[in-house]
Each structure stands twice: as C-alpha cells, then as structure tokens.
T-cell receptor
Framework: AQTVTQSQPEMSVQEAETVTLSCTYD???????LFWYKQPPSRQMILVIR??????QNATENRFSVNFQKAAKSFSLKISDSQLGDAAMYFC????????????FGAGTILRVKS | GAGVSQSPSNKVTEKGKDVELRCDPI?????LYWYRQSLGQGLEFLIY????????KSGLPSDRFSAERTGGSVSTLTIQRTQQEDSAVYLC????????????FGDGTRLSIL
C-alpha cells in the first residue's frame, strides 16, 4: 500500500528565515507524482508545488522548492524568506495512475511563522 | 464561478439523520474526488468519479455512505443514519483529464453530528 509519512507534527520559523518540511513515502510504482498542499485556517487546499517522479530536476515555485530523492523516497519542501502568510498546515501527497489518481496524504505539518 | 463550489459550508445535524453534501466542480473537469478530513488528521480518500461513473469507491467507510454524479458535473455525497464519528470536513476536488493533473479543491463542508 502507498503510504506518506510526515514526521514533523509542528514546525516554527522566524520571518525571513528558511524552513524545511520533511516527507517520506512508500511505493512500488515507478510512475507517480508528488505534491505539497497548503491548508490555511480557511480550509481551502492550495497547491504549492508538484513533482513528476520521472524528472530528476527538483521543482521550484518562487520561494518554494523541493528536494526530491527518488531512491530514498524522500520529498522535502523548502520555504525561503518565510512570510507570515506562509503559516498554515502543509500536506505532502502522492498520486499514481495505477491507483486511480487519488491523492494519498500525509498527516500534515503545522507551520508557525514568528514575527 | 471559477473554483470548486461546495455546499453547505457547515452542517449540524442530529445523530441518526441523513445528510446530503453537494459539490459543483470546475467547468470541464471530468474527474471528481471526495475526501474526508477528521479533526487534526490528514485527508482520506472516499470516492472518485470519471464522468458519471465511479471506478473507485474503495474509500467509502460503510454502506451508509453513497455518492452520485449526474450530467458529468454536480456530485452529491449522502450519509445515511449519521453517527458521531462521521463528524469531519468533507472536501471535494476536481481535475481535467488526464487524471494526473493537479486536483483543485473546494472549501469543504464541515459536518457536525450532535
């Protein structure tokens, strides 16, 4: 079964500093996708970044970047120059065509940003 | 609207009652997913629609849960004889084909069973 593990229930970062959120996953598939979603208190799930497993290059979106280690099945999110608006719950998620493209989520990491 | 719309936003009901939750996906999105998020937990998959058919219902927790989709658009998730453990936020997401495109989520329905 596919599982996604986020080992950090909560993280804190000082405004303007950098923070890294960890995610590991377990799969026997070779073709899959990985995502980071942000969920602020408004409840809406917002896509932060997406990585295709067949691409070796790490995805980046402005201040957000990932460190994708396929052999280690690791997919961490780095947030640079943290802003107060980054405070939210962050979910790592896995998706594979073999399993109907449903998303399998980790338990989430609460990120607090200190001013 | 431009996004996925869910209604109601909040629903409070008594144990044993039936509830219907509605999802209106983004126009043109043929794939539709329902997820459940219990308090402080991650999201768990419930059911997936491609058009009006549901090729994957594996996440529905019991036969009290059912869902349908008509016209390839609006979907309704029905919970019969609600129990307190059904209390959660129910989120709907939609995507364009192929299925590995990013899923766009609605704001969810917070269901509270008294």
């Amino acid at each position: 079964a596919q599982t996604v593990t986020q080992s950090q229930p909560e993280m804190s970062v000082q405004e303007a500093e950098t923070v890294t959120l960890s995610c590991t996953y377990d799969t026997s598939e070779s073709d899959y996708y990985l995502f980071w979603y942000k969920q602020p208190p408004s409840r809406q799930m917002i896509l932060v970044i997406r990585q295709e497993a067949y691409k070796q290059q790490n995805a980046t979106e402005n201040r957000f970047s990932v460190n994708f280690q396929k052999a280690a099945k690791s997919f961490s999110l780095k947030i640079s120059d943290s802003q107060l608006g980054d405070a939210a719950m962050y979910f790592c998620a896995y998706q594979a065509r073999e399993y109907g493209n449903k998303l399998v989520f980790g338990a989430g990491t609460i990120l607090r940003v200190k001013s | 609207g431009a996004g996925v719309s869910q209604s109601p936003s909040n629903k409070v009901t008594e144990k044993g009652k039936d509830v219907e939750l509605r999802c209106d996906p983004i126009s043109g999105h043929t794939a539709l997913y329902w997820y459940r998020q219990s308090l402080g937990q991650g999201l768990e998959f419930l059911i997936y629609f491609q058009g009006n058919s549901a090729p994957d219902k594996s996440g529905l927790p019991s036969d009290r849960f059912s869902a349908e989709r008509t016209g390839g658009s609006v979907s309704t998730l029905t919970i019969q004889r609600t129990q307190q453990e059904d209390s959660a936020v129910y989120l709907c997401a939609s995507s364009v084909p192929p299925g590995n495109q990013p899923q766009h989520f609605g704001d969810g329905t917070r269901l509270s069973i008294l």
